[in-house]
């Protein structure tokens, strides 16, 4: 099947879903589980350590996000080399507040995407390895690395069609539709490989800590 036709389907397949979601939701409302706050994300991750304070959007940038719960934070290795990781989280993605994929915002930023691939994140703690988004993404004469992956009740994927169906598919059998957006960027001092490896790795120490602030 072309991968035109395989989106059509996914697509057609979205909207009755929604429709479905949209009339049950409308009866019974959602499902909330209870969770931390992100700002309380460990500071020292395996190696890594928080460097400076949390970061915060502005107003405007935040209202677009509509996000219930973020945080973007940089952490480094003890040798100096940087991580930056933002976490996104919706209580609820109905009425249009959902993730903003990083190929939808970052281009309107002045960002170039390339050279895209699936990467395997083993967590750290040695449970079930989950597949994450790499690129290699560049704003004038700065290049990083980035990893990014959808994260909720339970998952790690990194398709953003097979997200929407897990979400369509939870919200009808148990009133869920929670979840993040998880993204660490790198900036490539030495090498590409260098960088993605380093992205990986804090994907790695962050991964088993991310249950407690996005439920499973």
């Not at 990467?119 to 993404?137: C, H, K, L, M, W």
């Not at 993204?183 to 120490?205: C, K």
Request: hydrophobic share 45%.
């Amino acid at each position: 099947m072309k991968t035109r036709d395989r989106h059509f389907w996914v697509l057609v397949v979205l909207l009755v879903a929604g429709g479905a979601v949209v009339q049950f939701w409308e009866r019974a409302g959602e499902a909330r589980v209870p969770r931390s706050a992100l700002a309380e994300l460990p500071a020292s991750l395996g190696e890594w350590s928080q460097r400076r304070a949390d970061v915060r959007f502005d107003q405007a940038t935040e209202a677009v996000l509509k996000a219930d719960d973020y945080v973007l934070r940089d952490y480094a290795l003890a040798d100096g080399r940087m991580a930056s990781l933002y976490v996104g989280y919706y209580a609820s993605q109905r009425a249009g507040a959902t993730y903003h994929s990083p190929l939808n915002c970052m281009p309107g930023s002045g960002w170039i995407l390339s050279d895209p691939a699936v990467i395997r994140v083993q967590p750290a703690d040695g449970s079930a390895a989950f597949e994450a988004n790499r690129y290699v993404i560049q704003n004038a004469s700065e290049r990083f690395a980035l990893v990014y992956w959808y994260q909720g009740r339970g998952r790690a994927v990194a398709s953003e069609y097979w997200d929407k169906l897990y979400t369509a598919w939870d919200s009808m059998r148990s009133r869920r539709s929670d979840g993040a957006m998880v993204r660490v960027i790198v900036p490539m001092r030495r090498s590409e490989e260098e960088a993605m490896n380093l992205a990986a790795e804090l994907a790695a120490r962050v991964s088993p800590e991310l249950p407690r602030f996005v439920p499973n």
